[in-house]
């Protein structure tokens, strides 16, 4: 038995394989489907997860958990037998028999060193940043070779008994992620609160109910939102005298929005703090010539993005399949912000799941991008990806498969099997 799954989480696990998501334990391979992520509790060696939405916010919590993942199509899925010993690599994708062998190395790449990018097979330099949530994930961002905190999302970090954090919860959080982070540049994304990622601080608000309501900096004018951001700047202004640090301002719609929060912010950051904008909506990414004079950094949110784009939650399973990641009009858009952004797209960030997926890290260094950010323990994969890949024959896939028709042909260029997708709507009639 083999199939191609979608890789997700990194690592390597063989076991037994189960549905029962109680008893699953480290001798388990444990088949579970999307809808009972929110009462997963078990411990198993690996996870194969049936019909995800693999942009959803449950997804991307199993990242955390360290667990080697994949996600199967349901026709897939029906190939596997409970009780099946099966060997599951959450690097590639592959799952297979345990009797066809399978070897998982020691993890190590060469090349790789915190605070240094990765050179591709033709030596072009990517930087593979660590995306964390708190002093633990920079510890293992330096331990795998990041070369620097892309992104420390601050919203996950809430002092005890659910009150509202203040400047001295702040100075102490953010400042052992500065020193756990060492010598590597770290960026801290101000409060991004949205619907489906409300801290126990926060009573009910209005606008915030809904995909496109209030959230992000749209909240920052907002008590008690306003004075936790104030104390969120206060403290990384204090720890700015001793680390590289950077600040990013999440879902900024427009220009307008970024000048008054950056003058705002001006008035309690040092100037030495460069200050820039998440990018997570159509309007916002194709502002990137504004983004050139204005902004000091750029990151893209490709999960927001797309769901912006396609017209889909990404927390929905039921339209999960709209929001593809070998859309031809995604990778379109994508060259697009590129463009636009000329010789400075080196410097824009890309943030999200979408560079994990197989195939698309290659396409998006062949439309320019230099920069990405991620779960740390994503590193290593994705630096074997970046030393493989030749920025000329990328290039010109990148072009050919913005040329395709379909996901269907993308797939085709890319050599990559259908299954693993989510059903559309439309495919079940």
């Known amino acids: 038995m083999f ?34 992520l929110e009462t997963f509790r078990a411990r198993p060696a690996g996870l194969i997860v049936i019909g995800g939405a693999p942009l959803s916010h449950p997804m991307t919590q199993l990242q955390s958990y360290g667990i080697p993942t994949v996600v199967l199509g349901r026709r897939q899925a029906a190939e596997l037998e409970t009780g099946e010993t099966i060997h599951l690599d959450g690097g590639s994708g592959q799952l297979h028999s345990a009797a066809a062998g399978g070897t998982d190395g020691d993890g190590r790449v060469p090349g790789l060193r915190a605070g240094s990018p990765v050179h591709t097979a033709d030596g072009v330099p990517i930087e593979l940043r660590g995306s964390i949530t ?9 331990s795998v070779g990041a070369a620097g905190i892309g992104m420390v999302r601050t919203e996950y970090l809430t002092p005890p008994h659910g009150r509202p954090p203040d400047v001295a919860f702040y100075r102490e959080a953010l400042g052992e992620i500065c020193a756990a982070a060492g010598d590597l540049p770290v960026t801290f994304r101000l409060l991004d609160i949205s619907v489906d990622k409300r801290p126990p601080w926060l009573g009910e608000m209005a606008g915030m109910a809904g995909l496109l309501g209030m959230q992000g900096s749209r909240l920052f004018a907002v008590e008690p939102v306003r004075s936790v951001v104030r104390a969120q700047v206060a403290a990384i202004a204090e720890l700015a005298s001793r680390y590289d640090l950077r600040v990013l301002i999440p879902y900024v719609a427009s220009p307008e929005e970024f000048g008054h929060w950056r003058q705002e912010l001006g008035a309690w950051l040092p ?7 998440m990018a997570e909506t159509p309007a916002a990414a194709l502002a990137m010539p504004e983004w050139r004079e204005r902004a000091d950094l750029v990151s893209i949110g490709c999960n927001d993005l797309m769901q912006c784009l396609f017209g889909a939650d990404r927390d929905i399973p039921e339209v999960a399949g709209y929001l593809d990641p070998y859309s031809p009009p995604l990778l379109r858009f994508l060259r697009i912000i590129a463009g636009q952004a000329g010789a400075d797209c ?21 439309l320019g991008y230099r920069r990405f950010s991620m779960v740390p323990r994503l590193i290593p994969t994705l630096a074997r990806v970046v030393q493989e890949t030749d920025t000329a024959e990328a290039q010109g896939r990148a072009a050919s498969v913005c040329e395709a028709p379909d996901s269907d042909a993308v797939h085709a260029l890319l050599g990559l099997e259908a299954d693993a997708r989510p059903e559309m709507p439309w495919s079940r009639i």
């Open 271 to 277: 100037e030495t703090v460069p200050v820039g904008i």
């Open 134 to 142: 708190g002093a633990e994930g920079a510890r293992e961002a330096v």
């Open 3 to 36: 199939i191609q799954a979608m890789p997700f989480v990194p690592g390597v696990a063989e076991g037994a394989l189960s549905t029962d998501t109680h008893a699953a334990d480290v001798r388990h391979v444990l088949l579970i489907d999307y809808a009972e």
């Open 346 to 366: 080196q410097r824009v960030q890309l943030c999200g799941l979408l560079q994990q997926l197989p195939g698309v890290l290659p396409l998006l260094i062949g």
